[in-house]
């Protein structure tokens, strides 16, 4: 994030929509790489550029992928649950990586909530829809399709 120290945010994805939301929360860049792998050639140059990668999806695909664009010593910050994976451990040890997991971001939370509550970070545009609980099937159907939604808020 900005509030790391990061000059650089390079987000991807697979759909537009939160390709769009990145871009407006001030992303440098947001590549559909199901639209363009190549696009993410520049980075993968020599052994990679990348200090730190956070993998928010689970999937082996993309978490294979950002190997290529890390530089040795990176850390790869897995935080997608995927289930079993297959990881090129050459790819690993060759480059010194290190690979973290995380769950839940309890330390984080109290951070988030400041940084939100002092009006320094803005998350309404991760919300693209607000239902009413009676409701509630059809925020989850919403919920689901990626094409359309990122985060749907369900008021009681």
């Known amino acids: 994030s900005r509030f790391g120290g990061a000059a650089e945010i390079v987000v991807t994805d697979v759909a537009d929509a939160p390709l769009a939301v990145a871009k407006k929360l001030g992303a440098t860049h947001a590549i559909n790489v199901a639209a363009d792998a190549a696009a993410l050639d520049p980075w993968r140059a020599g052994k990679g550029v990348f200090d730190t990668l956070f993998e928010a999806s689970g999937n082996q695909a993309a978490l294979r992928a950002a190997l290529d664009v890390l530089r040795p010593g990176a850390t790869l910050v897995q935080l997608g649950l995927g289930g079993e994976m297959t990881l090129p451990i050459n790819s690993i040890v060759a ?3 290190q690979l973290r997991g995380t769950f839940r971001f309890d330390p984080e939370f109290e951070l988030a909530v400041r940084l939100m509550g002092e009006g320094l970070i803005d998350v309404k545009p991760l919300i693209t829809a607000t239902m009413p609980f009676e409701n509630a099937i059809a925020a989850f159907e919403l919920a689901s399709d990626r ?9 009681f």
Do not use: F, I
């Open 95 to 97: 480059k010194e990586l």
């Open 147 to 155: 094409s359309q939604s990122m985060k749907v808020q369900l008021t």
